[in-house]
């Protein structure tokens, strides 16, 4: 079972093995507003932790996804250039960014479980 971790920034990842799914929390999306337009690291780009991998634009403001672990981007969402509105709907589910080839598991031990996430944010 994948196990899920959230960073300050209001980004998520689900791990699976050596792969990281990222995306942008329900909180993070509703601070956006409706996102109009998303930029995507191409795969095989190398992500470094906290470093900016994508771009998210909303009616509001345009804001960047930061990578929380370091790796290789190995997929990027197409769907979301298509229809960005799909990180409004659903971004825990089909409204991911990007996956990553973990290069440096120790890091996922600096992240947040989902209850320590949301006990932050409230």
């Known amino acids: 079972m994948p196990m899920l971790k959230f960073t300050p920034d209001h980004e998520w990842l689900s791990v699976d093995g050596d792969i990281a799914t ?6 993070a999306q509703e601070q956006l507003g409706d996102v109009v337009f998303v930029e995507l690291p191409a ?3 190398q992500v470094t932790k906290g470093a900016a991998a994508a771009v998210v634009e909303s009616v509001k403001a345009a804001s960047e996804v930061y990578s929380p672990i370091s790796g290789e981007v190995v997929e990027s969402n197409k769907a979301l250039v298509a229809e960005p509105a799909l990180v409004n709907s659903e971004p825990m589910g089909k ?5 990553i080839k973990i290069a440096a598991p120790a890091e996922l031990d600096g992240l947040m479980d989902e209850v320590t996430y949301n006990s932050q944010r409230a």
């Open 95 to 99: 409204g991911w960014f990007f996956k």
């Open 43 to 45: 795969p095989g780009k």
């Open 22 to 27: 990222v995306g942008i929390t329900s909180y």
